[in-house]
T-cell receptor
């Protein structure tokens, strides 16, 4: 079956620090990969996505590259802000209109 | 252009009562998904519906849980005879048909169910 593994958290960083959140996956077929962000008390928002190998998704300074050889989709940001404090979920789906499989999520706290 | 709407946002029930959670998808979206988020865990898929059809219910508990998406009106997730272990955040998502953006699911704000 499909699964997503995220690094253990929580993560606490100072403002302007570099961020890496690891995500690896196992899947049958050729998945699409996603990062979702959840701010306190809210639903999930799509942060970025990649649908094929070597694609790079990017949004709001965040980036992630679909690495088929290492089955990974690590999230990076060069300089985090306090407003980036949230829970980040890595997810995959294996087709249009198919269910998402999520990792456990990781809480990021950014200190001023 | 309203997003995915869920109500109520917070729901408190006593053990043995019924809980009804509602979800209105984004305009033009005909695919609805329900996910459950237990404390300190990620989201787990429950069920995927189109209008008047359940497409995939592989994540639904076998008993007490049911879902529908009628021709008119919102999708409903129904939990009968709730127990404390049902306390969680329940999220609805919707997606359009076709290719391309059909891979994207848009999430509602969730319903936080507390069972006393």
């Amino acid at each position: 079956g499909n699964s997503v593994t995220q690094m253990e958290g929580p993560v606490t960083l100072s403002e302007e620090a570099f961020l890496t959140i690891n995500c690896t996956y196992t899947a049958t077929g050729y998945p699409s990969l996603f990062w979702y962000v959840q701010y306190p008390g809210e639903g999930l928002q799509l942060l970025l996505k990649a649908t094929k190998a070597d694609d790079k998704g990017s949004n709001k300074g965040f980036e992630a590259t679909y690495r088929k050889e290492t089955t990974s989709f690590h999230l990076e940001k060069g300089s985090v802000q306090v407003s980036d404090s949230a829970v980040y979920f890595c997810a995959l789906s294996t087709g249009a209109n198919s269910k998402l499989t999520f990792g456990k999520g990781i809480t990021l706290s950014v200190r001023p | 252009n309203a997003g995915v709407m869920q109500n109520p946002r917070h729901l408190v029930r006593r053990r043995g009562q019924e809980a009804r959670l509602r979800c209105s998808p984004m305009k033009g979206h005909s695919h609805v998904y329900w996910y459950r988020q237990l404390p300190e865990e990620g989201l787990k898929f429950m069920v995927y519906l189109q209008k008047e059809n359940i497409i995939d219910e592989s994540g639904m508990p076998k008993e007490r849980f049911s879902a529908e998406f009628p021709k008119e009106g919102p999708s409903i997730l129904r939990i009968q005879q709730v127990v404390r272990g049902d306390s969680a955040a329940y999220f609805c998502a919707s997606s359009p048909s076709g290719t391309g953006r059909a891979y994207e699911q848009f999430f509602g704000p969730g319903t936080r169910l507390t069972v006393l």
